[in-house]
């Protein structure tokens, strides 16, 4: 089955520190383009971040560049957001995507999304 | 910096058809994808360069773009329709989501 499961979200306090993770399974992980998605409390979706199927071109959106990283492990089928200095506008439903092929930056498949809260 | 809009809420009487708009520079230029979100639940790709169809996507639905405006149609709306819509665009290094529209079947 082809599917993405994330992980690793919760409640931090601001200027925490946290690392979500997505696991890949049902197609070849290697060959894509992957994503951060993500939606606030009743809020729409905004992106995240992009990483190329070989890890040479990353993209960031503009409220969290500087502080998110997005990495990947080809050889683990595993995508990673790692996050610093969050605050309680990071907060919301943390979806990972994976693009349509070849870079087309539309979002094909999705996962579930994990919760990430931030607050005092 | 590029925007894209779309109207907050649409309504539609069951078995209408609906369209949603998504709104912004010559966004006819450029390849547009529409995403279904129900509550709960993670978005879907509904549509994708504009007007290609996943499979399992019924041909209920279809898309268009030209000019400054792309358009999604829901022919013979169901209530089974009822949810977010987003449209999508990349540009200059950047994913771009318009604000979602709530559909509503009447």
């Known amino acids: 089955e082809v599917r993405l499961v994330e992980s690793g979200g919760g409640l931090v306090r601001p200027g925490a520190s946290l690392r979500l993770s997505c696991a890949a399974s049902?197609?070849?992980?290697?060959?894509?383009?992957m994503n951060w998605v993500r939606q606030a409390p009743g809020k729409g979706l905004e992106w995240v971040a992009s990483?190329?199927?070989?890890?040479?071109?990353?993209y960031y959106g503009d409220s969290v560049r500087g502080r998110f990283t997005i990495s990947r492990d080809n050889a683990k089928n595993s995508l990673s957001l790692q996050m610093h200095s969050l605050r309680a506008d990071d907060t919301g439903v943390y979806y990972c995507?994976?693009?349509?092929?070849?870079?087309?930056?539309?979002?094909?498949?999705w996962g579930l999304g994990d919760l990430l809260t931030v607050s005092s | 910096s590029y925007e894209v809009s779309q109207p907050v809420s649409v309504s539609v009487a069951l078995g209408q058809t609906a369209t949603i708009t998504c709104e912004g520079d010559n966004i006819g230029k450029k390849h547009v994808h529409w995403y279904q979100q129900k509550p709960g639940q993670a978005p879907v790709l509904l549509i994708y360069?504009?007007?290609a169809r996943p499979s399992g996507i019924p041909a209920r639905f279809s898309g268009s773009n030209s000019g400054s405006t792309a358009t999604l149609t829901i022919s013979t709306a169901q209530g089974g329709d009822e949810a977010d819509f987003y449209c999508q665009v990349w540009t200059s290094g950047t994913v771009l989501f318009g604000g979602g529209t709530k559909l509503t079947v009447l």
């Open positions: 360069r504009d007007s």
């Open positions: 049902g197609f070849i992980f290697s060959d894509y383009t």
């Open positions: 995507a994976r693009d349509g092929g070849m870079a087309a930056y539309y979002f094909d498949l």
């Open positions: 990483i190329s199927s070989r890890s040479d071109y990353i």
